[in-house]
């Protein structure tokens, strides 16, 4: 082969990898950056340095965070939407509180989003959709969660993350394909439900709290609300999340 012929073969598989490092990056800012951590800044109000950690008392979670199925159902069917809800329907008569600036459809039902209490995950089989009792019940339990954080000495400015919400009858449906042990009659369907992870945080850029601290400051939480007859709560280990129904 002429020296001219390897020459160009060199330049067109230089070529040809920069393309490919350029696809690679484009996808992963499409996916919503590079694979590190996101981080966002905040100022030195966030955090009391006189304030100081402290170990958490040991708990069995799992044991405590054990309400049956057939006690949130029933409590979801209480406090829920009854008639059954498509991706359609929960947009109906969508309009804007004057006084929350919530959006509210036609059934009453309040959407949820992210905000400065917690971070509403990308929802494949759900829709972020809740009655308004579950929607004040998400808020208060990121709001303690911050207050928590903030008497420990680190920053208020972690959330917790949402991870379903309401599922539609399409979406159970479509997970009833991929998983045999899909209820139809299942609580996220009255808009009542909702998981929040126990495994990941949205954190901020200055004094972060591990995730174990993280961890323990939100069962915590979830307990004292559990405990005030807010909510029953199942301690869901497949799934790693807590499964949450407001009473």
């Known amino acids: ?137 998400v808020d208060d339990i990121g709001r303690a969660f911050q207050d928590s954080l903030y008497r420990r000495g680190y920053n208020r400015h972690h959330r917790i993350i949402v991870t379903s919400v309401t599922r539609t009858k399409d979406d159970v449906k479509r997970l009833s394909q991929q998983n045999v042990n899909a209820t139809e009659n299942s609580c996220h369907c009255y808009g009542t439900t909702v998981d929040i992870t126990y495994t990941r945080y949205d954190k901020p850029e200055e004094h972060v709290a591990r995730d174990e601290k993280l961890r323990e400051l939100l069962m915590m939480c979830v307990y004292d609300l559990q405990r005030q007859k807010r909510c029953y709560v199942k301690y869901e280990r497949k799934q790693a999340c807590l499964h949450i129904t407001v009473r």
């Open 1 to 137: 082969m002429k020296k001219e012929q390897l020459k160009a073969i060199f330049h067109l598989t230089v070529v040809a990898l920069i393309f490919v490092g350029l696809i690679i990056c484009a996808v992963q800012v499409f996916r919503g950056g590079s694979g590190r951590e996101k981080r966002r800044k905040t100022d030195k109000n966030a955090w009391n340095d006189s304030y100081h950690d402290h170990r958490e008392p040991m708990r069995d979670w799992p044991g405590l965070f054990n309400d049956l199925q057939e006690t949130q159902l029933q409590a979801a069917m209480k406090n829920g939407i009854r008639e059954g809800l498509t991706r359609e329907n929960v947009e109906e008569g969508v309009e804007t509180d004057k006084t929350t600036g919530q959006q509210v459809n036609k059934r009453g039902m309040v959407r949820i989003a992210t905000n400065e209490h917690y971070v509403v995950d990308r929802l494949t089989h759900s829709v972020p959709w809740l009655v308004p009792k579950a929607a004040t019940l």
